[in-house]
């Protein structure tokens, strides 16, 4: 079995993950795991499937079909890494402004741990005067860091900032 990361892009419409969905189960795809969203008007989706190889080739040619969508197929790495990291979850509140998800990234990054999911939103605070920014990131730690390492470097930001932590 082969396994896929598929991305699409495009405007959204009603049906659109039912008709996703439909080739690839037409083509003999077993759907993992997916992170779909809708961005003003537009479908975002990133999909894991499973295909034998001999069904690898329609089932590409299926997807890139599809009508007025943006298809990005590749093969994943099903390379296992040798010790099982901790994971966690940041929950990360406070005053939105240009640039806060790259200093947020980059504090993580120099660290040396590494995100492998963010969602991020801007939300109104009509008592606060200014937007709120809220994001969930899950970050995988390297070997022998503590949590509270990477919590203080985030909060160093800025005094506005605010991390929970919750185990994955």
Same mark, same amino acid.
């Given at each position: 079995m082969k396994q896929l990361v598929i991305t699409i892009l495009g405007q959204d419409r009603p049906g659109l993950v039912e008709n996703i969905s439909s080739?690839?189960?037409?083509?003999?795809?077993?759907?993992?795991?997916?992170?779909?969203?809708?961005?003003?008007?537009?479908?975002?989706?990133?999909?894991?499937? #499973?295909?034998? #190889? #001999?069904?690898?080739?329609?089932?590409?040619?299926?997807?890139?079909a599809l009508p007025k969508l943006d298809v990005r197929i590749e093969t994943g790495n099903t390379e296992i890494e040798p010790a099982e990291r901790e994971q966690l979850n940041?929950?990360?509140?406070?005053? $939105? @402004?240009?640039?806060?998800?790259? #200093?947020?990234?980059?504090?993580? @990054?120099?660290?040396?741990?590494?995100?492998?999911?963010?969602n991020s939103r801007q939300q109104s605070a009509p008592n606060w005067g200014v937007p709120i920014f809220n994001a969930v990131a899950t970050v995988t730690l390297p070997n022998g860091m503590k949590k509270d390492e990477v919590i203080e470097a985030l909060e160093s930001?800025?005094?506005?900032?605010?991390? $929970?932590?919750?185990?994955?």
């Amino acid at each position: 079995m082969k396994q896929l990361v598929i991305t699409i892009l495009g405007q959204d419409r009603p049906g659109l993950v039912e008709n996703i969905s439909s080739v690839i189960l037409a083509n003999h795809g077993n759907w993992l795991s997916s992170n779909l969203s809708h961005l003003l008007g537009h479908f975002a989706g990133i999909i894991q499937i #499973e295909v034998a #190889e #001999e069904h690898l080739q329609s089932l590409q040619n299926a997807l890139n079909a599809l009508p007025k969508l943006d298809v990005r197929i590749e093969t994943g790495n099903t390379e296992i890494e040798p010790a099982e990291r901790e994971q966690l979850n940041f929950v990360i509140t406070g005053n $939105d @402004r240009p640039g806060i998800v790259q #200093e947020l990234a980059s504090v993580i @990054r120099h660290k040396g741990a590494n995100i492998t999911h963010l969602n991020s939103r801007q939300q109104s605070a009509p008592n606060w005067g200014v937007p709120i920014f809220n994001a969930v990131a899950t970050v995988t730690l390297p070997n022998g860091m503590k949590k509270d390492e990477v919590i203080e470097a985030l909060e160093s930001i800025t005094s506005d900032l605010i991390v $929970d932590v919750e185990k994955v």
